[in-house]
């Protein structure tokens, strides 16, 4: 599970042949397999995630027109500085009210409300110059045919549009899940050669696909246009030995959803950008209180997982990323990482602050759900834009503000980058179809042809994102992307139950991460 | 004279000639039938198992670039992510030893307790005990996670009855193995209970009549008529039983799916987070291989310790 793959909070079912040859090659029994398949089959999600619904030409806040155009400059890649001084303000009005009925149905017809206002200002780029006849196989992450799904609304109406404007070009779409065993699928298929010619993906498996020559680079497909419009260091963050494999898609930041109801219930002042940890401190002290009923709200939580960056926020906040700017080197041994995570630990029940859930640092994303829209019991929790949507459809009276800003005085968040690739295709005007298929599914004019096609702000400046998925574009420009190198996948594993640990209060935040340190720049060090 | 040992010698030749058609002609059906059983293990079992040796000795590369590594995957995977393969070792252990005593005992007692009531009522209670295996381990995940819950837990409201504070069951690494592994002794163990139950109305009648009249009760027939009847079948209990402890994925996957610090990680898991989160299939396909030296090791041992002699 990715932050991409986990921001678009649709999982389907398994594709079950493939993880049986995989888990075959493994060795794995056949009741060990037939476990797996029964444990992924049943994991549907809580809900379906519905699309924006309010039409908005801007985001809400004051300053937040600026997270639209502004490049995405400052933390991306690991490493370099973060340039940004100006804190995006998020609207703290309600958005909604009423009860928090489950709607999440009509997504397109919802979303169709979402039409934004910038039709006559995007480049068409629908049309393909490639001259190619015949079928495009596009997989796509969370798909499910005939409409099963919000992303299989989405995408078969962008397809639609394409082969409308294309009759010559045929798209045959596939899905798979947006789990490990889902990449699996697709890695494999890939591999494989023939059945795979572009595809949705998340930007943790690029490394590894680029690294075994399964997708072809995107520069001689970039046109002046694209690369004025493709945010700077999104580029960057695709490339690998100077070349961009991969179309941008979106990017979703994590940011901090706020209950207004519980805030009204505790009197609290909604924040707004440019708070800071001091100050979400004195909030959540305030909305962590029990009810008349019985019922304990708390004031934070966030999902600590090895595929999600949900809490990193707060670590990074006191100025320490992960890895130096070349990735070559383990940075968390820090004193600034330690009192980001130290800021973390101390939300828990063992730390200073006791604002979080007695069982924060093993929740679930389904917790998050539950404890903030079903039982309003949570009052913030931090997670990327995929969750606002269903939240709209759902009526619930929530907002989105940036992630407080630490010690390093900047605003900062953590997120991850959807991608769209084309694998390395030997028929010329194959490949070219296929390259200006990935351009217009990653351009402005397809959220103009499928209002609400986006689902996190976009990774171009053109794309203009509607209600609520609008609250998290100024978050994108303070991003920080977690690294895109093939070994990151076995890092973040080995650093997520330290995180956790130290939240559990068995370890100390120095301990937690100057034990991994060794590990892991051995790891950086073994890289080509 | 002569004739007779020509005869043999040419008798001897004919046979001697067609060994291969005369094996086919005694044994073909025999090996005809037994074929697609052969066939399915081969694809499903052998050949993986094969197929993960090769792999745990390779740098698997999913493009075909695998290179030879020797060991090295086994070193791996005992001394990569800070030795967590060990703890997964441990953990599958504990779990093992727990669930496999608790659903033989299990078993065993209310199989026996079922043994004296009617065809009807043995009946109702193997389907009422074997019903709900139907269901699938997540939901059962699903819901015994629910039940876990530090917030809005079942179990927390129940111990709260009695004065006692919420505990973190699935939430605090001190707790969350021994709440799974209660979860399984919990758990009724219907194949158990289903197949001692046809071993033990197997065991011919006269044995316990002649036991009663030499003046055995109840309990000294069950000790020493029933149990050593029934070993065939307690072997292969302990057999099925320790295989699936070995495998559990499931239910942890479902109620702790983030590790809960690697407190939780039992082999399988560790296969599936090196192979499918971290891509090291070199070092997944070991680990694979040493379960199943493990429960290759375990199921010899099983079966020397408790094989059967007796028929009846």
Not at chain 1, 32 to 56: H, M
Not at chain 2, 261 to 288: P, W
Request: net charge positive; charged share 15%; with cysteine.
């Amino acid at each position: 599970m990715t932050i991409d793959a986990q921001h678009s909070q649709a999982r389907g079912r398994l594709g079950r042949r493939d993880f049986l040859r995989r888990a075959a090659a493994l060795g794995l029994s056949a009741s060990a397999v037939g476990a797996f398949l029964a444990a992924c089959g049943g994991a549907s999600p809580a809900t379906t995630t519905a699309p924006s619904a309010a039409p908005s030409a801007a985001p809400s806040g004051a300053a937040a027109s600026t997270g639209a155009s502004a490049a995405p400059t400052s933390v991306l890649g690991g490493g370099a500085a973060a340039t940004a001084t100006t804190a995006p303000a998020a609207s703290a009005a309600p958005a909604g009210g009423g009860t928090a009925t489950r709607a999440a149905t009509s997504a397109v017809a919802t979303a169709t409300r979402a039409t934004t206002a910038v039709a006559a200002t995007v480049p068409n780029v629908v049309t393909s110059k490639s001259g190619f006849k015949g079928t495009l196989q596009y997989w796509v992450l969370n798909y499910q045919p005939n409409g099963a799904n919000q992303t299989g609304k989405l995408m078969d109406a962008a397809t639609a549009a394409f082969t409308k404007a294309n009759p010559d070009i045929k798209i045959e779409t596939t899905g798979y899940t947006g789990d490990q065993a889902g990449f699996t699928k697709i890695s494999q298929a890939v591999q494989g050669g023939g059945s795979v010619d572009i595809f949705r993906l998340p930007s943790d498996i690029l490394p590894q696909l680029v690294r075994d020559n399964l997708i072809a680079p995107i520069d001689e497909f970039l046109t002046p246009e694209d690369k004025a419009d493709i945010y700077p260091n999104m580029l960057t963050a695709v490339s690998v030995g100077g070349k961009a494999y991969s179309w941008p898609l979106w990017v979703p930041p994590v940011g901090m959803y706020i209950n207004l109801d519980i805030f009204k219930e505790r009197g609290v002042e909604p924040p707004k950008a440019g708070w800071t940890y001091d100050q979400f401190i004195a909030a959540a002290k305030q909305l962590t209180f029990t009810r008349a009923n019985g019922d304990k709200v708390y004031g934070y939580s966030g999902v600590i997982d090895p595929g999600i960056v949900n809490t990193w926020p707060f670590i990074i906040g006191d100025g320490a990323l992960p890895l130096s700017a070349d990735n070559k080197q383990y940075t968390w041994n820090t004193p600034q990482a330690v009192s980001g995570l130290k800021k973390l630990v101390d939300l828990a029940q063992t730390g200073a602050h006791k604002v979080a859930p007695p069982d924060f640092g093993s929740q679930a994303t389904a917790d998050m759900l539950t404890s903030f829209q079903d039982r309003k019991v949570l009052a913030m929790y931090s997670e990327p834009s995929g969750a606002s949507s269903g939240y709209r459809a759902n009526k619930v009276n929530f907002d989105v503000v940036p992630m407080p800003i630490g010690a390093s005085g900047k605003p900062i968040t953590a997120g991850g980058i959807g991608l769209i690739s084309v694998t390395a295709i030997k028929d010329r005007a194959k490949l070219t179809a296929a390259m200006d298929l990935g351009r217009y599914l990653t351009s402005a004019q397809v959220n103009v042809d499928v209002p609400g096609f986006y689902l996190a702000p976009g990774a171009r400046k053109s794309v203009k994102v509607a209600d609520p998925i609008d609250k998290f574009t100024p978050l994108v420009e303070n991003c920080y992307i977690t690294p895109i190198i093939a070994e990151w996948p076995q890092i973040r594993t080995i650093l997520h139950p330290y995180i956790q640990n130290a939240v559990f209060g068995r370890t100390t935040p120095e301990a937690a991460f100057s034990e991994p340190a060794r590990e892991i720049n051995a790891i950086l060090a073994a890289r080509p | 004279m002569a004739d007779l040992t020509a005869n043999r010698t040419s008798a001897s030749r004919a046979g001697a000639e067609n060994p291969i058609v005369r094996f086919f002609k005694r044994y073909g059906w025999g090996y005809a039938f037994v074929l697609p059983s052969l066939i399915t293990f081969s694809v499903f079992t052998l050949i993986p198992v094969v197929w993960a040796f090769i792999i745990s000795l390779q740098n698997y590369r999913l493009n075909g670039d695998s290179t030879w590594v020797g060991f090295e995957n086994y070193r791996l995977a005992f001394t990569t992510q800070s030795g967590v393969f060990k703890i997964a070792i441990r953990n599958t252990l504990l779990y093992t030893v727990f669930a496999v005593a608790t659903n033989l005992f299990v078993g065993l007692v209310l199989s026996s307790l079922m043994q004296p009531l009617g065809k009807w009522a043995q009946t109702f209670f193997r389907a009422a005990y074997y019903l709900p295996t139907v269901v699938s381990a997540v939901i059962i995940g699903v819901i015994w996670r629910w039940i876990y819950n530090a917030q809005w837990g079942f179990l927390n409201y129940v111990v709260g009855l009695f004065g006692i504070p919420p505990q973190r069951w699935i939430a605090s690494p001190d707790l969350a193995l021994q709440s799974i592994i209660a979860q399984r002794m919990l758990t009724v163990p219907a194949t158990a209970i289903v197949l001692f139950s046809a071993a033990m109305a197997s065991v011919p009648k006269e044995l316990y009549e002649a036991a009663a009249l030499d003046g055995a009760g109840a309990i000294r027939q069950w000790w020493s008529i029933t149990l050593p009847l029934i070993k065939s079948t307690t072997l292969f209990l302990v057999v099925l039983y320790t295989i699936a402890s070995f495998e559990v994925f499931d239910l942890i996957q479902v109620m702790v799916p983030s590790g809960v610090g690697n407190s939780t990680q039992v082999i399988v898991t560790q296969i599936y987070q090196t192979g499918f989160q971290q891509y090291r299939y070199g070092v997944a396909a070991a680990e694979a291989f040493i379960l199943f030296l493990m429960i290759a090791a375990a199921a010899a041992v099983q079966f020397r310790l408790l094989r059967s002699d007796v028929e009846y």
